[in-house]
């Protein structure tokens, strides 16, 4: 199974995967096999928000980047331009003004998905948003080359008030500022001063390399530190990932680069998106870059129930179309009564609902069993009949593969020493 191939072919209308299973049946094993056939054929693999941490020696045995996000460790800057800022260094005219307006769209679109996590049940409103946008703008005109600016930056402006934001915020006075914007200037001082201390109130720390042959972001030291940390570090991670491919593409559609081809890993998706309403359009916005584009990408998660969690209905019904817009299926054991919810959204026979269920549960009570799921899945494409298939590990896959046993592996103070 190839996303690119199947799209030249005419299998598929999009290159976008869905993974559903439960957990131990082997879906991160088939997202490694998978990343690392289409590595062979040139494809650079991108893991975004690496949570357990599943992929880093995948990406270590390929000679790539791996960041490590947390207190103390790597630091991503959700304002910084990242590679999209080194490409728009090397262009000018309209190529480079498009550019601009993307840095601050994804500048602008990562500390609101920020600030809604922060309130948790409030959205940020229309007011503060423009007032938040002047902010960014100004900033920006003021920065240095190759300075990105920072959430205390912005903080720090708002508090000044200028003449721009008073007349962006749509008052008569100063005072009647302060009152419009002490909400907004209290969320932002809360990812400086709260909880999110540390994580994403500096510059980046280590800038993810454009020539690496694959990146993870390993964000598995904040995964014991609540909802809200976790879903701004992958939030963070995707916008900041997906700039990558803005950049190579901006560079190519120059001429200052060759054409490279993507393949983007979005696992534990719904971590994400629970942590406050409105979140799911923040997620659209900042992954919407694959439309289009050299980009396949695959969204994991363990079951469709997981959309219950989300705030809203109105967040529940976005995140099914996530699932529904991708072209590609990929079932691994399910239990009945999810798979009732599954056909909801990918038509599914009876037979093809029987032979998933019986991947879903262990046949005996005998300890140490191997669970009947493992390596099996079912390829769904539109109306199409699945194709079963089972996988088998072979060469250096039951070392780099093998998530049980990582997880056994005490803790280390670098990923380098764990691996």
Same mark, same amino acid.
């Given at each position: 199974m190839d996303p690119f191939a199947w799209l030249d072919a005419g299998l598929v209308t999009n290159r976008g995967l869905t993974v559903l299973g439960q957990p131990g049946t082997g879906k991160s094993a088939m997202l490694k096999r998978l990343s690392r056939g289409m590595l062979a054929f040139g494809v650079r693999p991108l893991f975004l928000g690496d949570l357990k941490p599943d992929y880093s020696a995948v990406v270590h045995s390929a000679g790539g980047q791996v960041l490590r996000v947390g207190r103390g460790l790597d630091r991503i800057n959700p304002l910084d331009a990242g590679p999209l800022g080194?490409?728009?260094a090397r262009m000018s005219g309209p190529g480079a003004q498009r550019l601009r307006l993307e840095v601050r769209g994804r500048r602008l679109s990562a500390t609101l998905a920020l600030c809604s996590l922060v309130r948790r049940h409030a959205r940020v409103t229309n007011g503060e948003e423009?007032?938040?946008? #002047?902010?960014? $703008?100004?900033? +920006?005109?003021? /920065?240095?080359? !190759?300075?990105? &600016?920072?959430?205390?930056?912005?903080?720090?402006?708002?508090?000044q008030a200028p003449d721009r934001?008073?007349?962006?915020?749509?008052v008569d006075d100063a005072p009647a500022y302060r009152t419009e914007t002490k909400e907004l200037r209290q969320t932002l001082n809360l990812l400086c001063e709260g909880s999110l201390k540390g994580v994403f109130d500096g510059p980046t720390s280590h800038p993810i390399d454009l020539?690496?042959?694959?990146?993870?972001?390993?964000?598995?030291?904040v995964a014991a530190s609540g909802d809200t940390l976790v879903a701004?570090?992958?939030?963070?991670?995707?916008?900041?990932?997906? #700039?990558?491919? $803005?950049?190579? +593409?901006?560079? /190519?559609?120059? !001429?200052?680069? &060759?054409?490279?081809?993507?393949?983007?890993?979005?696992?534990?998706?719904?971590?994400?998106?629970?942590g406050a309403p409105g979140l799911v359009d923040h997620a659209d916005a900042l992954t919407r870059v694959y439309r289009g584009r050299d980009v396949a990408h695959a969204m994991a998660t363990h079951s469709l129930d997981d959309l219950s969690a989300l705030p809203s209905e109105e967040d529940r019904a976005k995140a099914r179309g996530f699932i529904e817009r991708n072209a590609i299926t990929v079932l691994a054991g399910l239990p009945p009564r999810e798979l009732e919810e599954v056909t909801r959204v990918v038509?599914?026979?009876?037979?093809?609902?029987?032979?998933?269920?019986?991947?879903?549960a262990p046949e005996s009570w005998q300890t140490g069993a191997r669970h009947p799921g493992r390596g099996k899945y079912l390829l769904k494409t539109g109306q199409r009949v699945g194709i079963p298939v089972e996988m088998e590990l072979v060469g250096d896959e039951p070392a780099l593969y093998d998530t049980d046993s990582s997880h056994r592996r005490p803790a280390a103070p670098s990923s380098r020493e764990v691996l």
């Open positions: 080194a490409a728009l423009t007032v938040l946008g #002047a902010a960014v $703008d100004l900033l +920006t005109e003021r /920065a240095t080359e !190759g300075v990105d &600016p920072t959430i205390p930056d912005v903080l720090r402006v708002i508090r934001l008073v007349a962006a915020a749509e020539d690496a042959p694959a990146v993870s972001v390993d964000i598995s030291a701004a570090a992958m939030l963070s991670t995707w916008s900041y990932g997906f #700039a990558v491919i $803005d950049a190579s +593409t901006a560079l /190519a559609e120059a !001429g200052l680069a &060759p054409r490279r081809r993507y393949f983007a890993v979005m696992d534990e998706l719904w971590r994400a998106l629970r038509p599914l026979s009876g037979r093809e609902v029987s032979m998933v269920s019986s991947w879903s």
